[in-house]
């Protein structure tokens, strides 16, 4: 178990949708990073938060946005939504500084029909 | 440019073989970390090893080690002793500071898919 939480482990919602997804970081990291994972591909980065601040932003769309709450839990929101963004989507913490590596939750496996 | 990159889309190996994933890197953070995950088909990510810029040893984690070349800014993972539980996706990744908000970012490859053969 990586510490980190991710809510739902699974989400299927029509196109033209908006979704939610959550993430509760490990106890203690401050940043929280956002993944994007499309079948057979590889991680492309969406949004950095960092005690709740934006710090860096990867290949995001305007349709989709990110907040990081003053508990540090994070929340990705996805609006119309279309068939090509069934992904599964990863949301990973750490710690600023030292040696460390991101801890990834389960991640949320949306399809969009 | 890429700055993670992982030329073999594909490889199988023999259990009980050793496999050597390739991963080269291109920054300029001096003070770098350079990381391996495995995916396995359930999808979670695993991390496995860890090697940071100013180490002078390759790391090793049981049977994952890490050869480390920095002046050909290339990490590749070698797993000893292949068994059937190590069929999966390996991201080789990199942990860099962002110039412009000074925080650690983390960087992934598109990611080698191995298949272990009984």
């Known amino acids: 178990d990586s510490g980190v939480t991710q809510t739902p482990k699974h989400l299927i919602t029509a196109t033209g949708q908006r979704v939610t997804l959550r993430c509760s970081p490990r106890s203690g990291d401050l940043s929280v990073y956002w993944y994007q994972q499309s079948l057979d591909q590889g991680l492309q980065f969406l949004i950095q938060y960092y005690n709740g601040e934006e710090r860096a932003k990867g290949n995001i769309l305007e349709r989709f946005s990110a907040q990081q709450f003053p508990d540090l839990h994070s929340e990705l929101n996805l609006s119309s939504l279309e068939l090509g963004d069934s992904a599964l989507y990863f949301c990973?913490?750490?710690?600023?500084?030292?040696?460390?590596?991101?801890?990834f939750g389960q991640g949320t496996r949306l399809t969009v029909v | 440019a890429q700055k993670i990159t992982q030329t073999q889309p594909g490889m199988f190996v023999q259990e009980k073989e050793a496999v050597t994933l390739d991963c080269t890197y291109d920054t300029s953070d001096p003070s770098y970390g350079l990381f391996w995950y495995k995916q396995p088909s359930s999808g979670e990510m695993i991390f496995l090893i860890y090697?940071?810029?100013?180490?002078?040893q390759n790391a090793t984690e049981g049977r994952y080690s890490l050869n480390f070349q920095k002046a050909r800014k290339s990490a590749n993972l070698v797993i000893s002793a292949s068994q059937l539980g190590d069929s999966a996706m390996y991201f080789c990744?990199?942990?860099?500071?962002?110039?412009?908000?000074?925080?650690?970012?983390?960087?992934f490859g598109t990611g080698t898919r191995l298949k272990v053969l009984a």
């Open positions: 090697q940071g810029s100013y180490d002078q």
């Open positions: 990744a990199m942990r860099e500071r962002d110039s412009t908000s000074g925080t650690y970012k983390y960087i």
């Open positions: 990973a913490s750490s710690v600023q500084g030292g040696t460390t590596e991101a801890f």
